[in-house]
């Protein structure tokens, strides 16, 4: 079955940096498209950033925007987000998900504080 684990979250001083990973596995990885989606407390889950199925094609959401790159390497089925210069809105839980086949697949979620 489809299966995505995220890693790497943890806390962070306000502009620092952190690197997310998400290894799938259970699908063709370079059939899906991905991304990172994110959700603090008492709001609504938004996107972060999508990557097309070559890596050729990126976008992102307005509040990340040069400050944020999404990466993906389909031989070792894996989807990066190089988070910098952090805010402490960017406290979240971070979650890696597929769209494999129309069908939606979500990891269960790595924390990320941005604190003093």
């Known amino acids: 079955q489809v299966r995505l684990v995220e890693s790497g979250g943890g806390l962070v001083q306000p502009g620092g940096s952190l690197r997310l990973s998400c290894a799938a596995s259970g699908f063709t990885f370079s059939e899906g498209f991905m991304s990172w989606y994110r959700q603090a407390p008492g709001k609504a889950r938004e996107l972060v950033a999508g990557i097309t199925r070559t890596g050729g094609s990126t976008n992102y959401g307005d509040s990340v925007k040069g400050r944020f790159t999404i990466s993906r390497d389909n031989t070792k089925n894996t989807v990066s987000l190089q988070m910098n210069s952090l805010k402490p809105d960017d406290t979240a839980v971070y979650y890696c998900?597929?769209?494999?086949?129309?069908?939606?697949?979500w990891g269960q979620g790595t924390q990320v504080t941005v604190s003093s």
């Open positions: 998900k597929v769209v494999f086949r129309l069908r939606n697949y």
